[in-house]
């Protein structure tokens, strides 16, 4: 089955906790990004790949890592947690960056930072 | 960058009745519009896209228009059910060096009564 896998699917954690979002795709796709979702603001895109080695900025990059050392996997990664960083975490893929198409969606991550 | 305007926030209508969303996009070069509609506790997905080349797409009870010269596209569902309620995105996709990133609004949340 395609799907984008994330985990975890919940997460409580303390200020300044080091933790890992990881995100991992089945369907060979080259693009994948992280979103945040948090009420009244939509989807905000954190990070984005176009490719194996190859990531960028999003609009709300602050707090967060990410790499992408395989095509399948591009973990999101908060060095040092703080509350403003409670939200609702996505990771999409979609097959191709030069040419517009679906963007599939994991069930999504929600973190909570105390 | 681009910026994507939604309205409304919420809407709430009867089983039978029809709703309308509407967009708006602020870069003249995005050629590609696509709806997500977020299920309680899932991540979003794609349930209509038109592309600029089209000025209206139907499938089944949902059609969606695209004014470019008013820079405005909007989502029609017909004979909601209750099954339609739930958080839909819009999103205008613009081509930017060999990649073709989505600007999501920031959502609507229908609620349909029985």
């Known amino acids: 089955e395609a799907q984008v896998t994330q985990n975890p699917r919940y997460l409580i954690t303390v200020t300044g906790k080091k933790l890992t979002v990881t995100c991992s795709q089945n369907m060979n796709h080259e693009y994948m990004s992280w979103y945040r979702q948090d009420p009244g603001l939509g989807l905000r895109q954190i990070y984005y790949s176009m490719n194996v080695e190859v990531t960028d900025k999003g609009d709300v990059p602050e707090g967060y890592k990410v790499s992408r050392k395989e095509k399948r996997n591009f973990p999101l990664i908060l060095e040092s947690p703080s509350p403003n960083q409670t939200s609702l975490y996505f990771c999409a893929s979609s097959f191709s960056t030069g040419v517009a198409g679906e963007l599939f969606f994991g069930e999504g991550s929600r973190l909570t930072v105390l | 960058g681009e910026n994507v305007e939604q309205h409304p926030s919420t809407l709430s209508v009867q089983e039978g009745d029809s709703a309308v969303i509407k967009c708006t996009y602020s870069d003249s070069a995005s050629n590609y519009f696509p709806w997500y509609k977020q299920e309680l506790g899932k991540g979003p997905q794609l349930i209509i896209d038109?592309?600029?080349?089209?000025g209206e797409k139907k499938d089944q009870r949902i059609a969606v228009t695209l004014n470019k010269t008013a820079k405005h596209f909007s989502l029609h569902i017909t004979e909601t059910q209750p099954e339609d309620s739930a958080v839909y995105f819009c999103?205008?996709?613009?081509?930017?060096?060999?990649?073709?990133?989505?600007?999501f609004g920031r959502g609507t949340s229908l609620i349909v009564h029985p």
């Open positions: 999103a205008a996709g613009t081509p930017s060096g060999g990649s073709y990133i989505p600007t």
């Open positions: 038109i592309r600029s080349n089209v």
